[in-house]
Nanobody, 121 residues
């Protein structure tokens, strides 16, 4: 099966930086989009940033100019560099990946377990 393992969350002061990583492993034939979502208490999970295998990126308006998503296709890993962090960035961050596990099968979404990011004011 497929596993997504996240790392890099933690506690940081406002204005600080964190880098999240998410590595996909297991039975992987191909990966299309990879991305990061976040969910704050009492709120719905929402897209933070995504990146296609081509390198094309998409960001939520609230993080544009502060966060950068990148990926290493050889390592099946996606990164999220978060700079100028704000208290409102506090949330559980989830890695998402659109993966095909064998030729002839469809792509489907897989999720990581989530990593807590807390930004203190």
């Amino acid at each position: 099966q497929v596993q997504l393992v996240e790392s890099g969350g933690g506690l940081v002061q406002a204005g600080g930086s964190l880098r999240l990583s998410c590595a996909a492993s297991g039975s992987i034939f191909s990966i299309n989009a990879m991305g990061w979502y976040r969910q704050a208490p009492g709120k719905q999970r929402s897209l933070v940033a995504s990146i296609l295998s081509s390198g094309s990126t998409n960001y939520a308006d609230s993080v544009k100019g502060r966060f950068t998503i990148s990926r290493d296709n050889a390592k099946n890993t996606v990164y999220l560099q978060m700079n100028s962090l704000k208290p409102e960035d506090t949330a559980v961050y989830y890695c998402n990946s659109n993966i095909k596990i064998s030729y002839g099968m469809s792509y489907r979404d897989y999720w990581g377990q989530g990593t807590q990011v807390t930004v203190s004011s």
